[in-house]
Nanobody
Framework: QVQLVESGGGLVQAGGSLRLACVAS????????MGWFRQAPGKGREFVAD????????YYAESVKGRFTISRDNHENTFYLQMNNLKPEDTGVYYC????????????????WGQGTQVTVSS
C-alpha cells in the first residue's frame, strides 16, 4: 500500500521560509515523478514543482521559480520543498504526489497523494 506523509507546514511571515517533507513508502518509485501541488481557499489544485526520482530533473511553476527548491533523498525515500521568500499568495494546503512519469505534469487528479499540510503566510 503506497503512502505519502507530509510534514513541515505552518505559519510564517512574508519573506520567511519553510521546508516541507514528504516520506513515500509502499513501492519503488524509480519511474516516477514526485511533486508538490497547492490549493488556496476557494481555488483548484495548482502545480508547484516536481522532480524525477531516477535522475533528479526538476520543473517549477513560474510563480515559484527562484524561490522554491525541490529535492529528494532516495535513500530515505523522502522528497522536500524548500520555500524561501514566501508571499501571502503562497498560502494554501500543500500536497505531495507520486505518479508515473507518463502522467501529464499539470494533471491534478491521478497519482498517490499525501493528506496535505497547511502553509499560511501573513503579510
Amino acid at each position: 500500500q503506497v503512502q505519502l506523509v507530509e510534514s513541515g507546514g505552518g505559519l510564517v511571515q512574508a519573506g520567511g521560509s519553510l521546508r516541507l517533507a514528504c516520506v513515500a513508502s509502499g513501492r519503488t518509485f524509480s519511474s516516477y515523478r514526485m511533486g508538490w501541488f497547492r490549493q488556496a481557499p476557494g481555488k483548484g489544485r495548482e502545480f508547484v514543482a516536481d522532480i524525477s526520482w531516477v535522475n533528479g530533473n526538476t520543473y517549477y511553476a513560474e510563480s515559484v521559480k527562484g524561490r522554491f527548491t525541490i529535492s529528494r533523498d532516495n535513500h530515505e525515500n523522502t522528497f522536500y520543498l524548500q520555500m524561501n521568500n514566501l508571499k501571502p499568495e503562497d498560502t494554501g494546503v500543500y500536497y505531495c504526489v507520486a505518479r508515473p512519469s507518463t502522467i501529464p505534469r499539470l494533471d491534478s487528479t491521478f497519482g498517490y497523494w499525501g493528506q496535505g499540510t497547511q502553509v499560511t503566510v501573513s503579510s
